[in-house]
């Protein structure tokens, strides 16, 4: 173990896992919460789009994903806010025409090829640079800020927009910087994860999470630190074993994480279950006796 921790890639592999296990579940809370669990699928495929245009124009893909994934994500939060079409069908949209655009894109792109895209549809964590890890620690704090300065806000957003209206909040500002922070939140997890799977590490740790606990900021604590274990874990499965995709493990690990907090979560909840019934006996034998 101390061998790998010397070695530069392990070593910048590790600083993306702990970045992306961070600020995916920390977004995801908020995503989950307003029922838009797909919404990291769509913004995914989108992505794919920027990715293939950094090809063809010869720029860093990640910056263009950023650009292009920001874009699609103002554009299905303004669709789904007017009320044009149902949020599920304009999800729909940015799944299909993302993925057509990345192919159209990297095939016409000077000496491009689809199967370039493999690294960034299922992630290639071990292929990280320095430079991926500035641009991916710069997302990653803008993301972290805008949870902690706007974090109260979000969660009324997300609880009630009715009632966050009401209140005076500023509800189009605020759904668009979910759907903004949700697209950046993206683009950093795509060179761990992939863009196919990126979602399920926004959403499986915080469905864990609520398992064991109901409380807004206990669950997002406890969903960002299954993020990191799973991320560090599916990275340290796939060091051991070349054959073990990281992306796929991490994923796996999360969901392992899922089956056991479930497991878990009902027995605790029998035996509160079970103690408040008891209790209520108690009760009644005591006002009996009285």
Same mark, same amino acid.
């Given at each position: ?7 530069? =890639?392990?070593?910048? @592999?590790?600083?993306?896992?702990? =970045? ?21 699928? *769509? ?19 990640? =910056? #263009?994903?950023?650009?292009?994934? +920001? ?17 599920? +069908? ?22 491009? &090829?689809?199967?370039?895209?493999? &690294? ?30 706007? *974090? ?13 209206? @009401? ?14 922070? $949700? ?5 950093? $997890?795509?060179? +761990? +994860? ?24 206990? #669950? ?9 274990? @799973?991320?560090?874990? *599916? ?5 051991? &074993? @070349? ?6 493990? !991490? ?11 479930? $497991? !878990? ?13 008891? &209790? ?11």
């Amino acid at each position: 173990m101390m061998e790998l921790l010397q070695e530069q =890639l392990f070593q910048l @592999a590790l600083v993306a896992a702990l =970045l992306v296990g961070l600020c995916a579940p920390a977004v995801g809370t908020f995503i989950v919460q307003r029922r838009l669990a797909l919404l990291g699928d *769509g913004i995914g495929h989108v992505a794919l789009t920027g990715v293939a245009l950094g090809f063809l124009t010869g720029t860093a893909p990640v =910056l #263009t994903a950023v650009i292009v994934s +920001v874009v699609g994500a103002v554009a299905i939060e303004l669709v789904r806010a007017r009320g044009r079409t149902s949020g599920d +069908v304009a999800l729909a949209l940015l799944f299909y025409g993302g993925i057509a655009g990345g192919v159209m894109l990297m095939g016409i792109a000077p000496g491009g &090829s689809n199967a370039k895209l493999n &690294s960034y549809l299922f992630g290639a964590i071990a292929s990280v640079t320095p430079q991926d890890i500035w641009v991916i620690g710069a997302l990653a704090v803008a993301v972290i800020a805008v949870v902690v300065i706007f *974090g109260r806000e979000l969660f009324v957003l997300c609880q009630d927009e009715e009632m966050a209206r @009401a209140s005076g909040l500023p509800v189009r500002f605020l759904s668009l910087l979910i759907a903004v922070t $949700a697209a950046l939140t993206v683009v950093i $997890a795509m060179r +761990v +994860v992939g863009l196919l799977l990126v979602s399920a590490l926004m959403v499986i740790p915080v469905a864990t999470s609520q398992q064991l606990t109901r409380g807004f900021r206990t #669950t997002m604590g406890l969903a960002m630190l299954f993020g990191v274990l @799973a991320s560090v874990g *599916g990275l340290l499965a796939s060091t051991y &074993s @070349a054959k073990v995709p990281p992306g796929a493990a !991490i994923v796996l690990l999360a969901l392992a994480g899922f089956v056991l907090a479930l $497991a !878990i979560g009902r027995f605790v909840r029998r035996g509160r279950t079970q103690e408040s019934t008891v &209790s209520e006996r108690a009760k009644l034998r005591t006002e009996e006796a009285a």
